[in-house]
């Protein structure tokens, strides 16, 4: 089955106790992408990737870093996670490697930093 | 920087009635609209596109208008279903950087009254 799998769902942590999101996407996408949800403000992204080693920062980028060192792994790392980085995250993936087709998203990570 | 505008943020209608969003876009070389649909505790999932060359599409019950020249875009939803209830979000691809990215608007919650 065609999927983008992120893990873990939730999580709760303390401020800078550095943590990983992982996400893994098995269509052979050259484009994926995070995003995190927040109330009245839709989804924005925070990093994106064109391909192997390509990455670029998106509209929300401190605080975040990503790796692109295979085509489906996709990981979001928070060196030093704070209270307002609590969010729900999405990743997501497309086959076109500038953003502009159909983007499939993981089931979310609920993130709580205290 | 290019955003994305969206009304309304919230939408109440009774069931059979019709159900329209609307979207702004400003950066004027956006050439791909997706439409997602997030029901409670899921992920965004996309229910229709429509892509610069083309002014209307239709999808049963689902059709989007574009017109490039003022940068707008809707979402028409015809004989409204309780299962409609969700968040919309809209969407408008932009080249940035050396690729592209898909900038969302803040998301209409949708609710439809039996």
């Known amino acids: 089955e065609a999927q983008v799998t992120q893990n873990p769902r939730y999580l709760i942590t303390v401020t800078g106790k550095k943590l990983t999101v992982t996400c893994s996407q098995n269509?052979?996408?050259?484009?994926m992408s995070w995003y995190r949800q927040d109330p009245g403000l839709g989804l924005r992204q925070i990093y994106y990737?064109?391909?192997?080693?390509?990455?670029d920062k998106g509209d929300v980028p401190e605080g975040y870093k990503v790796s692109r060192k295979e085509k489906r792994n996709f990981p979001l790392i928070l060196e030093s996670p704070s209270p307002n980085q609590t969010s729900l995250y999405f990743c997501?993936?497309?086959?076109?490697?500038?953003?502009?087709?159909?983007?499939?998203f993981g089931q979310g990570t609920r993130l709580t930093v205290v | 920087g290019e955003n994305v505008e969206q009304h309304p943020s919230t939408l109440s209608v009774q069931e059979g009635d019709s159900a329209v969003i609307k979207c702004t876009y400003s950066?004027?070389?956006?050439?791909?609209f997706p439409w997602y649909k997030q029901e409670l505790g899921k992920r965004p999932q996309l229910i229709i596109d429509?892509?610069?060359?083309?002014g209307e599409k239709k999808d049963q019950r689902i059709a989007v208008t574009l017109n490039k020249t003022a940068k707008h875009f809707s979402l028409h939803i015809t004989e409204t279903q309780p299962e409609d209830s969700a968040v919309y979000f809209c969407?408008?691809?932009?080249?940035?950087?050396?690729?592209?990215?898909?900038?969302f608007g803040q998301g209409t919650e949708l609710s439809v009254k039996p």
């Open positions: 950066d004027s070389a956006s050439n791909y």
């Open positions: 969407a408008a691809s932009t080249i940035y950087n050396q690729g592209g990215k898909l900038i």
């Open positions: 997501a993936s497309s086959l076109g490697n500038r953003g502009n087709t159909e983007a499939f």
């Open positions: 990737s064109m391909n192997v080693e390509v990455t």
């Open positions: 269509m052979n996408h050259e484009y």
């Open positions: 429509i892509r610069s060359n083309v």
